[in-house]
Nanobody
Framework: QVQLVESGGGLVQAGGSLKLSCATS????????MGWFRQAPGKERDIVAA????????YYPDSVKGRFTISRDNAKNTVYLQMNSLKPEDTAVYYC?????????????????WGQGTQVTVSS
């Protein structure tokens, strides 16, 4: 079982930045590809970033490309999401997820393990 714990959410003004972290105690963290998703009230859960097990490949949808950066530190068993130039429409609960494969995975149904989520609120 992989346990994921997100942190770093909060309230920020439009144009500001936040950095989310997702930590796991799983010693084989480096074998997992990771993703960040978000879900706003009344909307579906959407991917905002994905990173392969090695960190060599990343994916971003157009909605966040150029503003969000996913990274991982396998020595610390942690994946990060740096969010810059935040907009009110980025307001959502953000979740990290883990996949036991080595590719990039962009659909939520592909991920077996999920964190509890952290709220990000961007005020205008």
């Amino acid at each position: 079982q992989v346990q994921l714990v997100e942190s770093g959410g909060g309230l920020v003004q439009a144009g500001g930045s936040l950095k989310l972290s997702c930590a796991t105690s799983r010693y084989t963290f480096s074998a997992y590809s990771m993703g960040w998703f978000r879900q706003a009230p009344g909307k579906e859960r959407d991917i905002v970033a994905a990173i392969s097990w090695s960190g060599g490949s990343t994916y971003y949808p157009d909605s966040v490309k150029g503003r969000f950066t996913i990274s991982r530190d396998n020595a610390k068993n942690t994946v990060y999401l740096q969010m810059n130039s935040l907009k009110p429409e980025d307001t959502a609960v953000y979740y990290c997820a883990a996949h036991g494969g080595r590719s990039l995975y962009v659909f939520d149904y592909e991920y077996a393990y999920w964190g509890q989520g952290t709220q990000v609120t961007v005020s205008s």
